[in-house]
DNA sequence: ATTAAACACGCAATTAAACGCAAAATAAGT
DNA sequence: ACTTATTTTGCGTTTAATTGCGTGTTTAAT
């Protein structure tokens, strides 16, 4: 089996599981331990993988379950600066969760006027500090991992609504496979949230971005704004200069 | 289990429990508390958490959850602990919100399996805990005052479910007056919720005894549980001794 | 003061990683 | 096709990391 076959089975392994161990790979491609170690010693430089003693796991699984060391704050701080420009007063405003989104509505100015809808307990909480903006928590079943509400019945009210703007914390964004996640319900719910709204902003803290994971959301063309931390200019960004994106 | 996968899930107990005991992880990630124990000091070592006899705590005691503050947490704790004698597996619950209950979420056990409705965040966000446990946060707007959600939708979800239990806690309750509130929007809540649950307990420090508000929510006699942090002998309570309505 | 639980320390067994080297495979040039 | 250069791989060995257990000590609660 040729290195790069290898190298795709392995990056395969670690999106559908989040985390491999270097024993199962061995058994799986049928190599030696060593080769096994090359390869993601290989994986990781290329910054790919996250390696730890005894496997590896995914880029992404990172943050997703340290949520309260708010991971790269200073990053997520400029994010959300530049995502309130796209706020205006009497906006109609649909988010996910996550501590992006978190952050951004922390940066909110103080006597904003807005109708803010959300799937997410904490956003919801932190929203009602501001006495002008009306809150409205949409629920359904609890989800105990991504700590938003889901389900058929959050699809539903979502359905009967149709915000001006909504905006999404990522998992992961890549040029060519666009909005892609782990979880099935999840999944479901972010597509939802992206067909209702009239535009789609994207927040995406520039680690996450090139990475490709499981389960398609929505192509690169589905969304209208992309918020990193990074200037608008770096070149990490270039592969998303198309016409109908926005970069932030 | 990767021992960066146990370092995380530590620190999400963490983060969601603001504490932990060494021996509740012992068994939540199946290995010896050496292990567990090695596992902390690393992380407290990188100043990650607080380590204490018995387990570990939080660094930042910031979350919404400080319940350091709570009011009356010794009585609310009684409380809670009589309220959970209540509670058996397969039931499915409603509950309000408020410090009480969320005291006694915290004291529900480990391996309880059950459904719970809830209008409160605070209190969804601390169920998800409990790995048995089906959560369904009801949506709709989302009160400034009392952090909860309310309002027509809420309503009407509630007319749609029958919970066998609805925990309520309480502003103030009276021999004659019943429960009352001063909030018309929570007072209608209030009301839908007793109507809609097959029996109904009402979690009330003994200082809120006693007293009537403005608005009715409903007559005693719709009330099948008191529980208070009173033996249930004590004289404060001879006022509530009715055949309908069961001390705790 | 007594007792049980929690802890720290060292040890040994297991497991993973790293290193050097030679065989095998692949690529390149004649 | 044949040889040479380069890369890749597997093996043996060494080194390091991790874990569980036994033992004795500390801590907390009664």
Redesign the interface.
């Known amino acids: 089996m040729l290195k790069k076959e290898r190298h795709d089975s392995i990056m395969r392994q670690i999106n559908l599981h989040n985390?491999v161990?270097t024993s199962d790979l061995v058994q799986l491609l049928s190599v030696s331990e060593d080769t096994i170690r090359r390869d993601l010693q290989e994986l990781a430089e290329r910054d790919q993988l996250?390696k730890?003693?005894?496997?590896a796991?995914s880029k992404s699984y990172q943050s997703s379950?340290?949520?309260?060391?708010v991971y790269a704050k200073e990053a997520k701080i400029i994010i959300a600066k530049k995502a309130i420009t796209l706020i205006k007063d009497g906006m109609v405003i649909l988010t996910g969760g996550g501590t992006t989104i978190i952050e951004m509505v922390k940066q909110l100015p103080e006597n904003l006027h807005a109708t803010f809808f959300t799937i997410s307990?904490?956003v919801?909480?932190e929203?009602?500090?501001y006495?002008r903006v009306?809150?409205?928590?949409?629920?359904?079943?609890?989800?105990?991992n991504s700590?938003v509400?889901y389900g058929g019945?959050?699809i539903n009210?979502l359905s009967e609504i149709s915000p001006d703007l909504c905006l999404l914390g990522t998992s992961a964004l890549h040029p060519n496979d666009g909005l892609t996640d782990t979880d099935w319900e999840i999944n479901q719910l972010k597509k939802t949230m992206l067909n209702c709204s009239k535009k789609t902003a994207v927040l995406c803290i520039s680690e996450k971005l090139n990475i490709s994971l499981r389960l398609k959301v929505a192509p690169i063309t589905n969304i209208q704004y992309l918020i990193t931390e990074l200037p608008t200019t770096d070149p990490q960004l270039d592969d998303y200069q198309i016409k109908s994106l926005q970069i932030l």
Chains 1, 2 share one sequence.
Do not use: M
């Not at 730890?52 to 496997?55: A, I, L, P, Q, R």
């Not at 379950?65 to 060391?69: A, G, I, N, Q």
């Open positions: 985390r161990l996250y730890v003693h005894g496997g796991l379950f340290d949520d309260s060391t307990p904490f919801a909480i929203l009602a500090n006495p009306e809150v409205i928590l949409i629920g359904g079943l609890f989800s105990k700590q509400t019945h959050v009210q």
